[in-house]
């Protein structure tokens, strides 16, 4: 079985994607590989910022290699949170002071149109691919559900009349930004099977 690290500490995405990834691949996550360092997320896109975490764990190990970065886009505050989603309130913001600030910005404005993108780079035999996934929708008046993380309570997805966090996870894990991103990367691992592995 081949190796490839997701360089990520995030345990739920971890799993998701192992769970998804069957058959020539063993995912390994950052603590698996003993990379117990922060990644600085200096770019200035997501596409950046998802190249930046794959180059350094691949420049530094020589292996196969992919990370994701995801942000909410809104369109009436020209693409903001965007990049800065998880510190949009702020550097250590909560989840709960983000969305605040989304519905405070937003108060009184008519075009709560949004997207969520997540954006995978890879880094596979020295060759870096990019995998997007977006899902639009609107952002709710308040808070709507306790299930989800992050701006879920806020995000109501085109075709829908609930909110990410009133959604059963299984639905919001099929139809996400990051489920659409995953499924792409998933289709190309399944297809190539590299010429390198981890020594
Ligand atoms: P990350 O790049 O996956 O770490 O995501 C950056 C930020 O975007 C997170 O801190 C969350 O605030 C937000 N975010 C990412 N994915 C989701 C999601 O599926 N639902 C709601 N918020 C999300």
Avoid: W
Wanted: charged share 25%; aromatic share 12%; hydrophobic share 35%.
């Amino acid at each position: 079985m081949k190796k490839i690290v997701f360089a990520t500490n995030n345990k739920h995405k971890l799993n998701e994607i192992r769970n998804i990834l069957i058959g020539d691949y063993e995912v390994f996550g950052l603590q698996d590989i003993g990379f117990g360092n922060d990644i600085p997320e200096t770019g200035s896109t997501l596409k950046e910022n998802a190249s930046i975490k794959s180059k350094t764990i691949f420049d530094l190990y020589n292996i196969n290699c992919f990370s994701d970065d995801t942000g909410l886009i809104i369109e009436s505050l020209g693409g903001d949170p965007g990049v800065y989603s998880a510190r949009y309130a702020g550097c250590g913001a909560t989840y709960e002071e983000n969305v605040d600030k989304v519905l405070f910005k937003l108060k009184g404005q008519n075009n709560r149109k949004a997207a969520f993108s997540t954006v995978i780079s890879l880094l596979f035999d020295n060759i870096e691919y990019f995998f997007e996934g977006k899902i639009s929708g609107t952002i709710a008046n308040k808070r709507y559900g306790d299930g989800g993380f992050g701006y879920d309570p806020i995000f109501i997805p085109e075709g829908y009349d609930i909110t990410f966090a009133e959604m059963p996870i299984e639905i919001k894990n099929k139809i996400s930004h990051r489920a659409i991103a995953t499924q792409k990367l998933v289709a190309f691992l399944n297809k190539h099977v590299s010429n390198s592995d981890i020594k």
